[in-house]
């Protein structure tokens, strides 16, 4: 059963690097980080349940953000991950990432094959249902259910 103390709400700040365009008109790079919970922006402090720097991997903040939502809700438990941010902040580079790129995929395919790879590793008799309903957003949802199949009402 999921940790209490790991099923609130949290809130984390992922920090992209300066893009080409930017580096070429001669931008800085602002934040300065302090610890894992804080990031200063010219010298003011902002405290988030984890910031992320620039150099973090898609593995590295799958790892820490969405891995345990992924195995609560495979318990049962409702989970939600939700990116939010100006445009180009790195939504997308987030969520999606480069499809079947092993480092570049973003937190959407990782969900996807963690799901997947506990279905395989799953006794034969268990059938899962996962199903996507109509889209109210851009981005998917799935509802999965599990059904405990008795080995003597199963077709033949
Ligand atoms: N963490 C990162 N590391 C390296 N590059 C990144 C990172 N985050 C974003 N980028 C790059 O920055 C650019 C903008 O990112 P992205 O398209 O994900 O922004 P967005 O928030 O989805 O924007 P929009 O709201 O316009 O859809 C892309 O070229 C992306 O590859
Ligand atoms: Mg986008």
Same mark, same amino acid.
């Given at each position: 059963?999921?940790?209490?103390?790991?099923?609130?709400? %949290?809130?984390?700040?992922?920090?992209?690097?300066?893009? %080409?365009?930017?580096? !070429?008109?001669?931008?800085?790079?602002?934040?300065?980080?302090?610890?894992?919970?804080?990031?200063?922006?010219?010298?003011?402090?902002?405290?988030?349940?984890?910031?992320?720097?620039? &150099?973090?991997t898609q593995e590295?903040?799958?790892? !820490?953000? !969405?891995?345990?939502?992924?195995?609560?809700?495979?318990?049962?438990? &409702?989970?939600?991950?939700?990116?939010?941010?100006?445009? !180009?902040?790195?939504?997308?580079?987030?969520?999606?990432?480069?499809?079947?790129?092993?480092?570049?995929?973003?937190?959407?395919?990782?969900?996807?094959?963690?799901?997947?790879?506990?279905?395989?590793?799953?006794?034969?008799?268990?059938?899962?249902?996962? %199903?996507?309903?109509?889209?109210?957003?851009?981005?998917?949802?799935?509802?999965?259910?599990?059904?405990?199949?008795?080995?003597?009402?199963?077709?033949?």
């Amino acid at each position: 059963m999921a940790n209490p103390s790991e099923c609130t709400i %949290k809130v984390m700040c992922r920090f992209r690097p300066l893009n %080409k365009s930017e580096v !070429a008109r001669g931008d800085s790079y602002i934040p300065k980080f302090q610890g894992e919970d804080c990031v200063l922006i010219t010298g003011k402090p902002y405290y988030f349940d984890r910031v992320f720097q620039s &150099n973090t991997t898609q593995e590295q903040f799958y790892n !820490a953000v !969405a891995q345990q939502i992924v195995k609560d809700v495979l318990d049962g438990y &409702n989970g939600t991950i939700f990116a939010y941010g100006q445009t !180009a902040s790195g939504k997308t580079h987030t969520m999606e990432g480069v499809l079947h790129d092993t480092d570049m995929m973003g937190v959407i395919p990782r969900i996807v094959q963690d799901i997947f790879n506990y279905i395989y590793s799953m006794d034969e008799n268990l059938e899962f249902h996962i %199903k996507e309903p109509r889209r109210s957003t851009s981005q998917p949802r799935w509802n999965i259910s599990e059904t405990r199949d008795l080995p003597w009402s199963r077709p033949r």
